[in-house]
């Protein structure tokens, strides 16, 4: 049985830093797209970053223009696990995250139709 686990959200004020965390269990992380997502109640879910390798190939990441400069996507094949480093938070950070798995090389992570979602965990940027 697949299953990822969100860890790290919680609250922190304006600039802030938290680090999420992905550990899948029943599913390589390696040579899949493993990316973020977040989703305010009642607003369309958005892309955040998302995660390639093979492990002998280099890492391919990819970020949403409003995360750029400020988060930062990693893997632990070891570990099995990805993370979501995120600093100089703002309040329009504010949403629940997501993890997400596909089979596939991540070079079109938003829209493709992921096939195992984790539970979410929230994150919450205060002024």
């Known amino acids: 049985q697949v299953q990822l686990v969100e860890s790290g959200g919680g609250s922190v004020q304006a600039g802030g830093s938290l680090r999420l965390s992905c550990a899948a269990s029943g599913y390589t992380v390696r040579s899949a797209c493993m990316s973020w997502f977040r989703q305010v109640p009642g607003k369309e879910r958005e892309g955040v970053a998302g995660i390639y390798t093979t492990g002998s190939s280099p890492y391919y990441t990819y970020y949403a223009d409003s995360v750029k400069g400020r988060f930062t996507i990693s893997q632990d094949n070891a570990k099995n696990t990805v993370y979501l480093q995120m600093n100089s938070l703002k309040p329009e950070d504010t949403a629940m995250y997501y993890c997400?798995?596909?089979?596939?090389?991540?070079?079109?992570?938003?829209?493709?139709?992921?096939?195992?979602w984790g539970q979410g965990t929230q994150v919450t940027v205060s002024s």
């Open positions: 997400a798995a596909v089979r596939l090389s991540c070079r079109n992570w938003k829209d493709y139709a992921y096939d195992y």
